[in-house]
């Protein structure tokens, strides 16, 4: 079970730390990833982390602003979310996926299989 939270509004240019906790003891074999969603729009890629946190990826429009990190011993993936602009206003959905011998990122929504809830994300202008 994955349980985003973090979310608020911002205004422009300000930050938000998003945090997404995971249930059991095997976190440390999921690679993660973030992905965000506007009504009636795909849900869309925005960050992913290795098992280990050695292989990060992110969608162009955010590289430089938002970092992913991870802290297994907590069970937690972050996305650190910095020069926010109301484009970035979606809600944020975390994401798991387990492979036994993955430890890589992923940038497709069906490349996972467990989701949280989302958490909305709201930046004024």
């Known amino acids: 079970q994955l349980q985003a939270s973090g979310g608020g509004l911002v205004q422009a240019g300000g930050s938000l730390r998003l945090s997404c906790a995971a249930s059991?003891?095997?976190?440390?074999?999921?690679?993660m990833g973030w992905f965000r969603q506007l009504p009636g729009k795909e849900r869309e890629f925005v960050a992913a982390?290795?098992?280990?946190?050695?292989?990060?990826a992110y969608v162009d429009s955010v590289k430089g602003r938002f970092t992913i990190s991870r802290e297994n011993a907590k069970n937690t993936v972050y996305l650190q979310m910095n020069s926010l602009k109301p484009e970035d206003t979606a809600v944020y959905y975390c994401?798991?996926?387990?492979?036994?011998?993955?430890?890589?990122?992923?940038?497709?929504?069906?490349?996972?299989?467990?989701w949280g809830q989302g958490t909305q994300v709201t930046v004024s202008s």
């Open positions: 982390i290795s098992r280990s946190g050695g292989n990060i």
């Open positions: 994401a798991a996926r387990f492979r036994a011998s993955s430890n890589s990122y992923y940038t497709q929504t069906n490349d996972y299989d467990y």
């Open positions: 059991g003891r095997t976190f440390s074999m999921y690679d």
